[in-house]
C-alpha cells in the first residue's frame, strides 16, 4: 500500500465521539517514548502528523487520522510514565479499556515496545488484557536501529520466551527503525491484507 493522504480528523477524550462511519482501524499505543509519534509519521510519509514530543505522557487523547480515504489511524495515548498522577492513569485506564471494549471496527491494535528493553510487565499486561478481551494485536519493536542484528535477534529470542510463559501462540511482531525507514512496508502491507475496505 501506498500512503497518499493522511490527514487529521479528531482528538478527544470520549470514545462516543470517536468518528462514527465505521471505517476499519488500526490503533497504535505504548510506553510513552517509546517511538510511537516517530512510527507514525514515518508509516505515513509526515514530518509532523503525529507530534514527537520531548514531554512524554502530554498527549493524552484518541486521535484519529484518516488514510487514504479508507482507513483510520488511531494514535492513543502513552501510558507507563512516572510524573503522571494517580488520577490521569486511572482517568486513562478508563477511556482505554472504553475504546478497546466499543471500537467493533478495529482490525488490529500494535502495541509498541522498544526493542533495547527487557519486557516489562506493564507492556506484558496490556498484552494479556488485550488477550483476554480478544482484541487482536501485534508487536512493533522500535528504535532497532539502536542495536547490532545479533542482539535484535537475541533481545527477540528474551521477549518470545517470556510470552511463551503464558501465551499458547505468540502474537504476530515486526521489527522497526523510524529513524531509518526499517519495518515501514511489512506494516503497511500487514494492514493491506487485513484491512478488507
Ligand atoms: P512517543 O512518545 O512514543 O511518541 O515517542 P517519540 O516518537 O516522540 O520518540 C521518543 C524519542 O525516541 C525521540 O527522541 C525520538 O527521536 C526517538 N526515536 C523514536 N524512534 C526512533 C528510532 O527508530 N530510532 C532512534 N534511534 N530513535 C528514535
Known amino acids: ?23 476499519p482501524e488500526y490503533a497504535f499505543i505504548g510506553r510513552s517514548n517509546v517511538g510511537k509519534s516517530s512510527l507514525i509519521n514515518m508509516l505515513t510519509n509526515r514530518r509532523n502528523l503525529a507530534k514527537t514530543s520531548g514531554k512524554p505522557g502530554k498527549t493524552q487523547l484518541i486521535n484519529h487520522f484518516i488514510i487514504n480515504k479508507n482507513w483510520y489511524l488511531v494514535d492513543l495515548p502513552g501510558y507507563g510514565y512516572a510524573k503522571v498522577s494517580k488520577s490521569a492513569k ?50 512493533i519493536f522500535t528504535k532497532a536501529d539502536k542495536l547490532k542484528p545479533k542482539a535484535i535477534e537475541s533481545h527477540i529470542i528474551a521477549y518470545k520466551n517470556v510470552l511463551l510463559e503464558t501465551w499458547e501462540e505468540l502474537p504476530n511482531y515486526f521489527i522497526t527503525s523510524s529513524s531509518k525507514g526499517v519495518g515501514k512496508d511489512d506494516l503497511l502491507r500487514f494492514i493491506d491484507e487485513t484491512n478488507k475496505n
Request: hydrophobic share 40%; with cysteine.
Open 1 to 23: 500500500m501506498q500512503i497518499k493522504s493522511a490527514e487529521f480528523v479528531v482528538s478527544n477524550s470520549d470514545v462516543s465521539k470517536c468518528p462514527k462511519d465505521y471505517l
Open 90 to 139: 486511572k482517568t486513562f485506564q478508563k477511556f482505554i479499556t472504553a475504546y478497546f471494549s466499543e471500537r467493533k471496527q478495529l482490525v488490529s491494535a500494535f502495541v509498541l515496545v522498544d526493542i533495547r528493553h527487557e519486557p516489562q510487565n506493564i507492556d506484558l499486561e496490556f498484552m494479556q488484557w488485550l488477550g483476554e478481551n480478544m482484541i487482536p494485536f501485534s508487536i
